[in-house]
């Protein structure tokens, strides 16, 4: 079966943060219908781990309505494109004021690809040194601190972490542990 494909597009909304478009598709039926996307950079997402303890950051998500813990994660300023180590690294920093001597890929990850086209690599980073953090002006409200796992663990268990990205990252890192690769 042929897949769905691309008659089409026009952009209808941009910010310095994202891209919404309209796309007219052909469906493999021969059909024809409208797919609304939204286009981000991609991003990083760091489980920065030292001892028993993980690094997480909390903050206002407005269209939550609501504060939320999450791993430390982003894009490049301006939509730009920055290979996902580098944006790792740069992100650990600014968000916590971390810095890793190894970052390990632990995976990829889609946002939301029934809407949107934004995947994220997912980082273990050890052998952590602490210094001050360097946020963005839309990040002044975030706050960080080291959790030990069974209080994370607690905490996704009860709804107080419900940032789909950071559980499924934190999968990732069980899965690796188990597997040991």
Same mark, same amino acid.
């Given at each position: 079966?042929?897949?769905?494909?691309?008659?089409?597009?026009?952009?209808?909304?941009? *910010? *310095?943060?994202?891209?919404?478009?309209?796309?007219?598709?052909?469906?493999?039926?021969?059909?024809?219908?409208?797919?609304?996307?939204?286009?981000?950079?991609?991003?990083?997402?760091?489980?920065?781990?030292?001892?028993?303890?993980?690094?997480?950051?909390?903050?206002?998500?407005?269209?939550?309505?609501?504060?939320?813990?999450?791993?430390?994660?982003?894009?490049?300023?301006?939509?730009?494109?920055?290979?996902?180590?580098?944006?790792?690294?740069?992100?650990?920093?600014?968000?916590?004021?971390?810095?890793?001597?190894?970052?390990?890929?632990?995976?990829?990850?889609?946002?939301?690809?029934?809407?949107?086209?934004?995947?994220?690599?997912?980082?273990?980073?050890?052998?952590?040194?602490?210094?001050?953090?360097?946020?963005?002006?839309?990040?002044?409200?975030?706050?960080?601190?080291?959790?030990?796992?069974?209080?994370?663990?607690?905490?996704?268990?009860?709804?107080?972490?419900?940032?789909?990205?950071?559980?499924?990252?934190?999968?990732?890192?069980?899965?690796?542990?188990?597997?040991?690769?």
């Amino acid at each position: 079966m042929k897949p769905t494909t691309q008659v089409s597009s026009r952009e209808v909304y941009r *910010n *310095n943060w994202l891209t919404v478009r309209e796309d007219v598709v052909r469906r493999p039926d021969g059909s024809t219908g409208i797919y609304g996307v939204v286009d981000k950079p991609d991003y990083a997402l760091i489980i920065a781990v030292d001892g028993d303890r993980l690094a997480l950051v909390e903050q206002y998500r407005y269209p939550l309505g609501e504060r939320r813990w999450e791993f430390p994660q982003g894009t490049a300023p301006g939509r730009a494109e920055v290979a996902p180590a580098e944006l790792a690294a740069r992100e650990l920093r600014e968000e916590t004021g971390l810095t890793a001597g190894s970052f390990v890929v632990l995976g990829r990850l889609d946002i939301a690809a029934g809407m949107s086209s934004q995947r994220g690599s997912v980082f273990l980073a050890t052998d952590i040194t602490e210094g001050e953090h360097d946020r963005e002006h839309e990040e002044q409200d975030m706050h960080f601190a080291w959790f030990e796992r069974s209080r994370f663990e607690d905490m996704v268990r009860s709804g107080e972490i419900t940032d789909a990205q950071s559980i499924a990252a934190y999968g990732l890192l069980l899965l690796r542990e188990r597997i040991g690769s």
